[in-house]
């Protein structure tokens, strides 16, 4: 315990405006409105801040934080000290997360659980950004780090293009240093449909094994597509988007035809562990017009009553059993 206090130490470094910080908490307590004019500081001082001085970016791109994540993050910080403090913006008498939404988090759920140690504030680094400056800087540390899926990243692209003015995925692209044809990718996802932006980010739950050939069981996994079968995916939708522009049952509060149609075959590829060679095949079949027999249908297939393994008698008599009479008769002569 004492060595992971002075790893806590350690991040601090101990400096004057910690204590200052330390001293509002224990002279107001933690559910109490802390004295801000003890919590001026300049630009580049690294401080502890309160956690509930903070509040999240409004512009922060990622929309999903996987929990166990946080857990696993918690109990690191908890084992071995925080490495790199949180990077935050003043905003009034307030602080704003520019870096360091997850660490937060981390911060919080040793303090609700009651852990052992200094978690009601976090140690940061206070930065001068303009609000735009902000939004780009938390974009690319979120990249860098590759902690976004395509679809977060294409909805706060587009975010910003909307927020700042930016017309074109070039402008943006040139903003923030990145190559173009990662934005245009990424801003074509975030028009997508729901499911492919679901599938990207959480991942949908499909059926699987017995549950996805017919046979009762209601097995699930939740499974999620790469980018390349979501952009694959991608232009089935615009094809049915251009074939069917309105809702199901023309209803104004109904999912566009183009999604629901969409959906289906995203979520038999998941179900049934396609490849990206065949999701490529049967895309460029589907776009054709002229699918082949196996795969016109794009709900579950009917499969044999045998397994797939069985063995290969079995298979041959039952063809067998199809075939013209005098087929049959020409094969057991």
């Known amino acids: 315990m004492k060595v992971r206090d002075e790893m806590n130490k350690g991040v601090t470094g101990g400096d004057g405006v910690d204590q200052v910080l330390m001293r509002g908490i224990q002279k107001t307590g933690a559910e109490s409105t802390i004295d801000t004019a ?50 935050v913006r003043r905003v009034g008498m307030r602080f704003q ?36 400056a902000a939004a780009l800087h938390c974009l690319l540390e979120n990249i860098q780090r590759e902690d976004l899926s395509p679809a977060e990243e294409g909805a706060a692209y587009a975010n910003l293009m909307q927020k700042y003015g930016l017309a074109t995925a070039k402008a943006l692209a040139e903003r923030l240093g990145i190559d173009e044809l990662r934005v245009s990718r990424r801003l074509r996802i975030f028009e997508g449909p729901e499911c492919i932006k679901k599938a990207l980010t959480r ?48 209803r104004p509060d109904g999912r566009p035809i183009a999604d629901v149609k969409t959906q289906s075959v995203v979520m038999r590829a998941l179900s049934e562990g396609w490849s990206r060679q065949r999701i490529r095949s049967h895309v460029e079949r589907l776009l054709s017009g002229k699918p082949s027999a196996e795969d016109a249908d794009d709900g579950p297939r009917e499969l044999p009553t045998f397994e797939v ?19 049959r008769e020409a094969v057991l002569e």
């Open 97 to 132: 997360i520019v870096a360091g939404h997850c660490r937060r988090a981390a911060f919080k759920l040793l303090g609700d659980k009651g852990a052992l140690g200094e978690w009601s504030t976090i140690p940061a680094e206070v930065i001068e950004l303009s609000d735009e």
């Open 38 to 87: 003890e919590l001026r500081c300049p630009a580049g001082e690294q401080i502890r801040v309160p956690l509930q001085l903070l509040d999240d970016n409004p512009d922060q791109p990622r929309q999903y934080v996987d929990p166990d994540y946080i857990e696993e993050l918690a109990e690191t910080i908890f084992q071995r000290g925080l490495i790199h403090r949180i990077v």
């Open 203 to 250: 991942g949908l739950k499909v059926p699987v094994g017995d549950a996805a050939d017919g046979g009762g069981r209601s097995k699930q996994e939740t499974r999620r597509l790469t980018l390349d079968a979501a952009l694959e995916f991608l232009k089935v939708y615009e094809q049915h988007r251009r074939k069917h522009p309105g809702t199901e049952g023309g």
């Open 309 to 327: 393994k069985a063995d290969r008698f079995v298979v041959f008599t039952k063809r067998l059993a199809r075939a013209a009479a005098d087929e």
